[in-house]
């Protein structure tokens, strides 16, 4: 007998029907004998509905009385999932994020996990009950409600799952699981059977979109082992967790592209010390998160400085990053919106050489301009000409052989 | 500076616009020096489309888990009905019916309220906040959602006015007051100003319907002074409170009907001890409220017995009295859709004589033929044909001089 925590996403218990066969489904671990503890979001399309509804009374809500209100979403589909699996005459209890001791920070709207205190969950589990735990909502050390923000729902499983030490995490989404490349791009693209955690958050960072990375940090932090799998079927998923020594094998395990970003260039910047904080602490300070720098080498005293944003902040990173230029006394800035970062991600990359060569080589084979590069210990990413990256993408994924077998 | 609660209804809090027109309220009560602690209900229609929800995953839902669903109901609309207020740059914090300390017994779908601990609300008060709780709702001893059945919201008003000593409890409503009778069906109708909780308490079990008689009772009982008015206009509205000696003046304080109520008649019971007991054990065992009960003289050892029940009981209650009526050897068993019961209320007629005789004698020239009848200390009931109810009551309304003056 394994306890195992299922998480079903918004899409997967967006109607009556689908709410009854998500119990169905429930129901099934529970004949193979297992403890099952569920994490569901609101219905897809409540959350939404409610932000409506409070901007017809307030065009910017209070954060706190957003959570309040955000919260009664899932707090509906827990009690209607645990309708639903009492129609099939099995016990189950609900309980909100604050009735499953899930205690978090008091910051509203994105509040951080502070600790969990399982015991009513484990006594109910001990009567034999399914216990069905509001997603994504907590309560601060007051008792206010909070909400843990994008992707909390996700987090809100892999917790519970760590803290009731759970043999499994079942994510259950509207994908298969986690593939070598995004399915809809690369049509050879192949489902993982496993993943290590570290492969997993340079994905999902990445723009594989299957999870969030907090989400992805917690289960590798507290080493909860999860699958993503499909809630429309059977197929088996992708397991994520640690590294083992085998995975070291295969030296890239998937690929991404990321087409939301922008790139700001600073010709010939001074090249002296304290320039790039000069440049960069304005940008900070303003929240945009900057992804790639690029800092070419000197010629005659002066540097180049490229750097990537997301396309959102690339206004007002330009209104930040002009006047400064001009202050140091640097050439042109330029921004370049039609880019795309392309990754190849593998833990395998620590122990064999020559995977950037290899890039490099299928790219300037493929005519792909290379605009930027980066490397981290176990990612390389490239900065390419948007309308090259689908070709690229799926040129690598060819000479990197991660096509199904 | 008073404290105040005031209660809105889901139709006051009907829809977005509504809200705003509710805080806009909210706000002059705070520009005019009082505390205020508002109870809201869910705003109208939002129960029946969680109960509907409810029914498409399980015909016959738990009622715990109904609880938890029906709960956001209420909860939806303090978070609301607080943005509303901050829009207007009012302070303002919302508590759903747990954070604000109301404990009620397990009792699912209509829990009892066991105790209120305001010290939440008092801080939050003290703060220079708007305080809104949800209406219907509270947690039992074990922190399970509970809801307190129909008019619950009412009952949260009255209580926590209780729990929090307050100088007054608005019931906010969609209609103007109490009237000395129902202004659909006698045009000369009343409103009143003022009203004992007694004369409150008969009006609304005999179907004024204003409130339920628990909040009634409940206010009657810890001596919480509460108005009824409307939320859609400013009009003073009726005063509920203790009896003064002022108001024994009043002979009759108001007339109602009820159309809702069916009689059966067992003609020929034996006339001796226990039969009443017989008859009516089974009915209360098959939780059938009976209202009136009316037993003629004995004729000759026999004795014929009426009594009124609920017009959606007159079905079971027949089966019930049935095969009894037949084991006593009494006669017949007969029922009567068409009646109505019309009372006379006010507690001047504790001091008053001659009540029951011009009522009697009003109905004798209106040709009005009396059925049954059964009286209390400060109110007269008679049974009649439904279909002289409307002109009867005109014509006692008259009688007793209740038109405005």
Do not use: W
């Amino acid at each position: 007998m394994a306890l195992i925590v299922q998480k079903f996403g918004g899409t997967s218990v967006g109607n009556p029907e689908r709410i009854r066969n998500v119990a169905a489904r429930i129901q099934r671990a529970c004949e193979d004998g297992h403890q099952i503890v569920v994490v569901v979001s609101a219905m897809s399309g409540v959350t939404d509905g409610l932000i409506k509804l409070a901007r017809e009374v307030n065009p910017s809500p209070d954060v706190r009385e957003m959570d309040v209100l955000l919260a009664t979403g899932e707090q509906t589909t827990i009690a209607l999932t645990a309708m639903a699996l009492h129609a099939l005459g099995q016990k189950a209890v609900s309980l909100t994020g604050a009735q499953a001791g899930i205690v978090t920070d008091g910051v509203h709207t994105k509040a951080k996990i502070a600790n969990i205190t399982p015991k009513r969950t484990r006594e109910l589990l001990a009567d034999g009950n399914v216990v069905i735990v509001a997603g994504f909502q907590g309560a601060d050390a007051e008792g206010a409600i909070t909400t843990l923000g994008r992707g909390g729902s996700d987090l809100t499983a892999i917790a519970l799952a760590a803290a009731l030490k759970a043999d499994l995490c079942e994510i259950y989404t509207d994908v298969d699981g986690v593939y070598t490349a995004d399915p809809r791009l690369v049509k050879a693209a192949c489902k993982l059977n496993e993943i290590s955690y570290d492969e997993m958050l340079e994905l999902a960072s990445l723009g594989a979109k299957v999870m969030q990375s907090r989400s992805v940090e917690f289960a590798k932090k507290f080493k909860v082992p999860f699958s993503v799998r499909s809630s429309m079927n059977d197929n088996p998923g992708t397991l994520v967790k640690e590294e083992t020594r085998k995975m070291e094998d295969v030296m890239i395990r998937g690929i991404s592209v990321d087409k939301n970003q922008a790139k700001i260039n600073i010709a010939k910047a001074p090249d002296r010390p304290g320039i790039a904080a000069r440049l960069f602490k304005p940008l900070a300070d303003a929240h945009i998160n900057v992804d790639m720098i690029v800092q070419n080498a000197s010629t005659e005293g002066f540097t180049d400085v490229s750097f990537t944003v997301a396309k959102d902040d690339l206004t007002r990173a330009r209104k930040v990053i002009e006047p400064i230029a001009k202050e140091l006394g640097a050439g042109t800035v330029a921004d370049f919106e039609k880019i795309a970062k392309l990754s190849v991600v593998g833990i395998g990359m620590r122990s064999h050489s020559g995977v950037a060569a290899d890039l490099f080589e299928t790219l300037a084979a493929n005519k792909v301009n290379i605009q930027m590069i980066s490397t981290s210990e176990i990612k390389i990413s490239v900065i390419i000409d948007a309308a090259d990256a689908d070709r690229a993408m799926n040129a690598v994924h060819a000479k990197f052989r991660l096509g199904c077998p």
